[in-house]
């Protein structure tokens, strides 16, 4: 006999069905409604993906050639995020000084501590806002680090490890070495003494598995990894590459090393040394009384 009532295997199966269909019924009307705003030119998104499917492995040549097909400014959709691209020296005049301001925010990855609101506003690469304390950390860092006067008196740094790079490379003559690596810890170690004035990894630590050399390169990759969150913030609480985890572990590792530095720091009280002359950032920042938490996520990503 014929019954209009549903089983409760029905039931499950409508209800599984609503919610995988609901997100992209959402990302399909987000993506509509984007495209009826006045944006720039740009090729026709597919449904669901936009325009994933015409970007490959080398992003600057495929953007490059959409480019000569659509003109310097042009829109994109990833998922369902827009995306407006700037390729000629007009373009980027326009976005980076003229409406400096209006384009100020950054879009924070869904990797990055500063996509929590609560942390956001230490953050200097990845604040949401033009905030007057982000105004206060870049002005810091640009009087700091930047500056003409302290580009060239950490000159010594660069030649410095620039040496030791080159005396690395000839202590290992005819053994094979991966160039890439060799790199990062030249560059990282530049880094690390403008900010701390210590070398944070070593050439032999380059096969490490483990420890901060390994948190940092692993940081590194997660911020380059495709993130389906990225592409569909909808599904970020799932975290269903497992991305958001993995970047929270290198933060603790990471955190774990600073916190080290800063204590050593502090108890040598250096900052308070006014007759030192090679002041590095982390000295600026304990002498403006900046807490262990915000000198933590400042270095960070």
Avoid at 191 to 219: P, Y
Wanted: net charge neutral; hydrophobic share 40%; with cysteine.
């Amino acid at each position: 006999m014929a019954t209009n009532s549903l089983t409760s295997g029905d039931l499950k199966s409508f209800i599984i069905s609503l919610f995988v269909l609901l997100p992209i019924l959402w990302i399909i009307l987000k993506q509509y409604n984007s495209r009826n705003k006045s944006l720039p030119p740009g090729p026709k998104a597919w449904p669901v993906i936009g325009n994933l499917a015409e970007l490959g492995a080398n992003l600057h040549i495929e953007l490059a050639q959409l480019a000569q097909a659509y003109g310097p400014l042009m829109s994109l959709s990833l998922g369902s995020q827009l995306m407006v691209v700037g390729s000629s020296p007009d373009v980027a005049m326009e976005i980076l000084k003229t409406h400096d301001r209006l384009f100020s925010g950054r879009y924070v990855a869904h990797v990055s501590y500063a996509k929590n609101p609560q942390k956001n506003h230490v953050s200097l690469a990845f604040t949401t806002e033009c905030t007057q304390q982000w105004k206060f950390l870049r002005t810091l860092c640009r009087s700091e680090i930047f500056s003409s006067k302290m580009i060239e008196n950490q000159s010594y740094i660069r030649e410095k490890k620039l040496n030791e790079l080159l005396d690395f490379l000839v202590s290992k003559e005819a053994e094979k070495i991966k160039i890439a690596q060799i790199l990062f810890v030249t560059i990282f170690n530049v880094l690390g003494n403008i900010l701390c004035s210590k070398d944070l990894i070593s050439f032999e630590e380059t096969q490490d598995s483990s420890g901060l050399n390994k948190a940092m390169r692993e940081i590194v990759e997660l911020f380059a990894t495709p993130n389906i969150s990225d592409f569909y913030p909808i599904l970020s609480g799932l975290d269903l590459q497992g991305l958001g985890k993995k970047a929270t572990e290198c933060v603790k590792i990471i955190h774990s090393a600073w916190e080290g530095i800063i204590k050593d720091r502090k108890a040598q009280k250096l900052f308070q040394d006014s007759s030192r002359h090679n002041k590095d950032l982390l000295d600026v920042l304990l002498h403006k009384d900046f807490t262990d938490d915000q000198i933590n996520y400042l270095f960070l990503p």
